[in-house]
């Protein structure tokens, strides 16, 4: 596997938004005058995966666009799966990111999409089991459930591939 993790959730946010396709309108619901009227609202679609964001909470469209992006990264962490391998070589990122067998990254963190998708594809090549994946990619097990427990979406993911598998749920 090469150094960069080639998960569409790594790729720079600028080069992503160009492989979508972006939607503005209206947003609905309260924020008074302003927000009706002009077209704060947007939704992002990932043309190539299909996966898709939006947001229309802030009275600003810059502002959406940002929120809505993040949100896709994330849900293209959660969404789509990369051929990792058994054999898999951790990321030039991954590797920057982890230390003593501990992940240092905040859910906050711009780079937190792109390691979890690492994780997620990772523990996919093994099974879904976190004593496997955790040999490939340097960390304890604790810290992966911990990567996975600070996105909820995640975690249950695992559980429910494991559950599909055959194996008893994580804590």
């Known amino acids: 596997m090469s150094e960069v993790h080639d998960h569409p959730a790594a790729i720079d946010p600028d080069e992503l938004l160009r492989a979508c396709r972006v939607t503005r309108e209206r947003a609905s619901g309260p924020g008074g005058q302003h927000r009706n009227k002009v077209e704060t609202a947007v939704t992002l679609l990932h043309t190539k995966t299909g996966v898709s964001s939006c947001a229309s909470e802030r009275r600003s469209q810059a502002e959406n666009q940002h929120v809505a992006m993040k949100r896709l990264r994330l849900n293209l962490a959660l969404n789509v799966r990369r051929e990792a391998g058994t054999l898999h070589t951790p990321s030039t990122l991954w590797r920057s ?17 792109a390691i979890l998708a690492e994780a997620l594809d990772v523990l996919a090549a093994h099974g879904y089991d976190p004593k496997a994946a955790v040999t490939v990619l340097g960390c304890s097990r604790s810290q992966l459930i911990k990567l996975l427990k600070a996105e909820p979406r995640a975690f249950a993911m695992l559980n429910e591939k494991r559950r599909e598998s055959g194996m008893r749920n994580l804590k």
């Open 97 to 113: 990111r982890t230390r003593d067998r501990r992940i240092v990254i905040s859910a906050q963190h711009a780079d937190f999409p």
